[in-house]
């Protein structure tokens, strides 16, 4: 049961801290500044946030980390205008965005498309924010039940449900899986420090950059794909009310944003998952529990909506096993965490009674900065969409530039160009033959850990597999994969015997 008068002191005590002259000041940079990067394909939050943690030694700690947290949900935001426009995820976890949200630019909705990522980002923010207000305390003892043979199962759920569900062709989505996780092998080995298919470069000790992959993978081949066929059309500048979404998509959005919010919420609680996951799986549902699935892909604005919702609730909630746990879920994560040591302030199940300024005072942080975020993106959607209007002759070389110099800055690396050129012509020859690039995203992000979870679970139970089906969680997880696995094979006899018979 939640403590209502607890929990209203805590929150005065909150909005005490949050609407300081300082706080709301800082709160408005991190915001802007995390909309700008996560707009700009190539940078992300995680460079940004780098950058600014120095800066950040002076300042009162929850000044601090008020700021770093309006960056990495303020990239949430932004990260989906690029997906939309160029189809260059600005972040990671708005990868999946492209899959709808470019066909809905394509089809001359892109006012709608961004309307509707700005009004969902909203939306799972103040969910995800609800629940880690609430009931962080029970979440947080949830995912410290999790262990390897949980989060190796749960991976290989996320996986087969991304695989299976949110494609028409399942088979060709389970071999991009697997090249994803052939993928994920490159790098130091974890136990003997093995180098593995690194040749040499000591830019892929550490695996393949992910922002050089995944901008390959989605942004160049949609370059090389305009470029050859001349058919690159300019969007023309909307009015607000051009914007709004008609009365079906909001009959659309609605139960969509509420699924994904929900997932978002569940996911980004799990230490190690995050948005990423969160957003295919959200993708999925939405796909699965459609009476019209065919049109996902093709511009359907609940592909839009409820990935974005799901994203920014897992932006929210990702804070529950970082603040109460000491367990980061994400790089991001990780950083946030190193500002609160730098600041002599550690984290875990102490920080809500040793130090609640921060800890109300950040959540309630949380409610100002996307307020701002909500009056700061819907007027400048027209400024995203003119972006495109720029004559192709310039648009096109100048964003092939900017990419280049957004995928070395990551890491100051020349070989992350090269690495983006080698996904950049892999990504347009999967574009040829159909096959998908979100599931092998996805694969490669989800390797090592499926990796490291799975050795780590063999090492503890001295190499008996039955480790993983002697935990009810882990049994639970594995036996819903194994199910979309029959139910997947099931299917296809099913459309062989119907195509037989036709």
């Known amino acids: 049961m939640v403590d209502l008068a607890a929990l209203s002191e805590n929150l005065a005590l909150g909005f005490s801290v949050a609407l300081s002259w300082e706080a709301l000041f800082y709160a408005m940079i991190g915001v802007t500044l995390g909309t700008f990067v996560g707009v700009l394909p190539g940078v992300g939050t995680m460079s940004a946030i780098a950058m600014l943690l120095p800066l950040t030694f002076l300042m009162e700690p929850a000044l601090a980390i008020i700021m770093l947290a309006g960056i990495y949900y303020g990239g949430a935001y932004g990260g989906s205008t690029a997906s939309i426009l160029l189809n260059l995820p600005g972040t990671p976890s708005s990868a999946v965005t492209c899959l709808d949200g470019y066909p809905m630019a394509r089809n001359g909705r892109a006012g709608v498309a961004l309307f509707v990522t700005t009004i969902a980002s909203f939306a799972g923010s103040i969910m995800g924010l609800m629940l880690l207000a609430l009931v962080a305390p029970p979440l947080a003892q949830f995912a410290l039940q999790f262990r390897s043979p949980e989060y190796f199962s749960l991976m290989v759920l996320g996986l087969m ?39 040499g470069w000591p830019t892929l000790f550490d695996g393949l950059p992910l922002v050089a ?7 160049v081949p949609e370059l090389i794909a305009n470029v050859r066929s001349g058919n690159y059309q300019r969007p023309q500048a909307v009015r607000m009310r051009d914007m709004l979404p008609s009365r079906d998509d909001w009959k659309r959005i609605r139960p969509a944003m509420l699924r994904g919010g929900s997932i978002g919420a569940f996911f980004g609680a799990l230490p190690g998952t995050g948005g990423m996951i969160a957003s295919f799986m959200a993708y999925a549902v939405e796909k699965r529990v459609s009476r019209t699935p ?76 996307n307020v701002m975020l909500l009056l700061l993106n819907i007027p400048l959607i027209n400024l995203w969409i003119r972006v495109l209007s720029i004559p192709r002759q310039i648009l096109f070389p100048a964003i092939t530039a900017f990419v280049c110099i957004g995928v070395y800055s990551v890491n100051l690396a020349v070989a992350d160009i090269v690495v983006l050129m080698v996904f950049g012509l892999l990504g347009y020859a999967l574009m040829l033959l159909r096959f998908q690039t979100a599931p ?24 008996d597999p039955m480790v993983f089906l002697e935990r009810p969680i882990s049994a639970t997880f594995l036996g819903l994969a194994g199910l979309l696995l029959v139910w997947l094979v099931v299917s296809e006899i099913r459309r062989r015997r119907q195509l037989r018979a036709t």
Request: net charge neutral; aromatic share 6%; proline share 5%.
């Open 440 to 463: 092998l995203v996805l694969g490669l992000i989800l390797g090592p850990m499926m990796e490291e979870n799975l050795r780590r679970s063999l090492l503890i139970s001295r190499g």
């Open 161 to 199: 449900a991304a695989a299976i569900l949110a494609s028409s062709s399942p088979f060709r989505s389970l071999a991009s899986v697997v090249l994803g996780l052939l993928l994920g092998v490159v790098g130091i080995d974890m136990l003997s420090g093995t180098s593995r298919f690194t040749f």
């Open 294 to 369: 065919a049109r996902f892909g093709k511009g359907a604005i609940e592909g839009v909506a409820a990935p974005e919702t799901a994203n920014n609730s897992a932006v929210q909630t990702a804070f529950i096993p970082t603040l109460t746990l000491g367990i980061p879920g994400d790089p991001v994560m990780a950083l946030m965490l190193g500002a609160l040591m730098i600041h002599g302030i550690t984290p875990g199940t102490a920080l809500i009674t040793s130090n609640p300024d921060i800890f109300w005072g950040l959540i309630v942080s949380f409610l100002v900065g």
């Open 213 to 219: 992959v995944v901008i390959g993978l989605f942004g």
